[in-house]
């Protein structure tokens, strides 16, 4: 099975940005669908974007489409986020997440087998 450890969180002014890293280990992420999801303080998990082993992107929020960008290298066998423009609602814990049993991105952006420990955003306005 596949360990995820993600990297890159931290504290950052609204309108600033980030890219989160997704290091994986243990196997070959290019073979798996990755996608990252986020828990804000208080609030369930919601999917962010997810990629496919064919690079097919599925987006779960329209409202994020045009500031996160996912993204993989397979000869590093890692995954980013891309974050620009962050604002205080992005605030939250970002987990890196895989499936090796799915040729396609999950539905809701949750249903992955494997996950990282997470890497906090802190946005302050």
């Known amino acids: 099975q596949v360990q995820l450890v993600e990297s890159g969180g931290g504290l950052v002014q609204s309108g600033g940005s980030l890219r989160l890293s997704c290091k994986a280990s243990g196997d070959i992420l290019e073979h798996y669908i990755v996608g990252w999801v986020r828990q804000a303080p208080g609030k369930e998990r919601e999917g962010v974007q997810c990629i496919s082993s064919g690079d097919s992107i599925t987006y779960y929020t329209d409202a994020l489409k045009g500031r996160f960008t996912i993204s993989r290298d397979n000869a590093k066998n890692m995954v980013y986020l891309r974050m620009n423009n962050l604002m205080p609602e992005d605030t939250g814990v970002y987990y890196c997440?895989?499936?090796?049993?799915?040729?396609?991105?999950?539905?809701?952006?949750?249903?992955?087998?494997?996950w990282g420990q997470g890497t906090q955003v802190t946005v302050s306005s």
């Open positions: 997440a895989a499936d090796f049993g799915w040729s396609t991105c999950p539905p809701n952006g949750l249903e992955y087998e494997a």
